[in-house]
């Protein structure tokens, strides 16, 4: 569903010039849900950028259900879904009124957007947020809204990048039944977070990110042959305070 392909990105300063993203693939199917993990200025944000067509890499390509981003960006963008923890709702306008504009905008018929805002409602519990203006919504009231968005022109492949930052105990269970909901309807899903505990309890695949290359992939089963360690946590570490360099999974 979504098939990521030697992606390479370098910004270049005016003493240096740092490759953020470095020849990554990876692929991530429907049903699954991937977890791009890394400390910050791993190059997770970049690389879902690159995939959002927000900015162009230098060399690789993104397929979103089989269309290259590098040929048709606007009908790949179209097949996106993006959550991120900014949540960005619009204020002076109602729920309803929202989530119906943003249906408008990826061309969802009227009928169909008012059907997939019944289900969506009901399984976010924002039936009774509606007919509410966005702007005296509570944070975490927000971010259930924000999830809806993502979906509300049902796209096979969604994107969520630190999805859980800055939320309480509530606001994240709320985010890992949405990632449920999300692995049931079959879409791909990939996960960028530093919050490598609840990584563990997320995702069925892991892609370990550090200094914009892959050093581990697989599941976590996988990963403890390889690393010879528990958690993601410690294999961090590792990568990030080495003795040896460490060893990477063929891909």
Known sequence: M???????????????????????????????????????????????????????????????????????????????????????????????????YFADLYGVGPDEATARLHVLAEVMDIEGLLDRRAGTLSTG????????????????????????????????????RYISHLRHVGKAVVVCTHRLDEAERLCDRFGLLHRGKMQYEGTLTQLRGVSGREHLVEMFDDLMNPSTPPNEIPT
């Not at 849900?33 to 060399?59: E, Q, Y």
């Not at 924000?146 to 985010?175: C, K, S």
Request: charged share 20%; proline share 7%.
């Open 141 to 176: 009231q927000r971010q259930r809204v924000t999830l809806v968005r993502g979906l509300i022109h049902d796209p096979p492949v969604m994107l969520l990048d630190e999805p859980t930052r800055g939320l309480d105990v509530v606001g994240v269970q709320t985010i890992f």
């Open 2 to 100: 979504l098939q990521i392909h030697a992606l390479t990105k370098r910004f270049v300063g005016e003493s240096e010039t740092v490759c953020a993203v470095d020849g990554l693939s990876f692929e991530v199917g429907p049903g699954e849900v991937f977890g791009l993990l890394g400390p910050n200025g791993a190059g997770k944000t970049t690389t879902l950028r690159m995939v959002l067509g927000l900015i162009a890499p230098d060399s690789g390509d993104a397929e979103v259900a089989g269309i290259p981003t590098s040929v048709d960006p606007f009908a790949a963008k179209a097949k996106l879904g993006f959550v991120s923890a900014s949540d960005g709702v619009y204020p002076w306008l109602t729920v309803r009124e929202m989530l119906l």
